[in-house]
């Protein structure tokens, strides 16, 4: 059996316009930043280490998109973001809720 791939979806746009954008309203605004697994991931340019060390040792294919992304590649706008989820053939199905990424990131 393959293995899930997790997908943890940003609540964010993607681009690097965006990208500058997040980084600086997250360094000059973090408490009101609209994406916790982006401020968790990444720190103001480049992914933080022990996000990054924490993923390789998950042991199984992770990828990450952007609110745009999600729509585009499954077409689902109806999933709050931030979340974690796995694919399912052609659509994806939630692991990780909007709510518990959040509260876990806010303990």
């Known amino acids: 059996m393959k293995p899930a791939n997790l ?3 940003y609540n964010a ?3 690097p316009v965006n990208a500058l ?3 600086l ?3 000059f605004f973090p408490k009101n930043y609209h994406c916790k ?3 968790v991931t990444y720190n103001s340019v480049v992914m933080k280490r022990e996000w990054r060390n924490f993923i390789r040792g998950l042991g199984i294919p992770v990828s ?3 609110r745009d992304e999600l729509i585009m590649k499954f077409e689902r706008e109806d999933i709050d973001l931030p979340a974690v989820l796995t ?3 052609n659509d994806v199905e939630v692991v990780i ?3 518990e990424v959040n509260g876990q990131l806010d303990s």
């Open 25 to 27: 309203h997250k360094t």
């Open 7 to 9: 997908i943890f979806v």
């Open 97 to 99: 809720s909007s709510s």
């Open 87 to 89: 694919e399912n053939g």
């Open 21 to 23: 954008l997040d980084s």
């Open 13 to 15: 746009k993607s681009g």
């Open 64 to 66: 990450f998109l952007h």
């Open 37 to 39: 697994l982006c401020a």
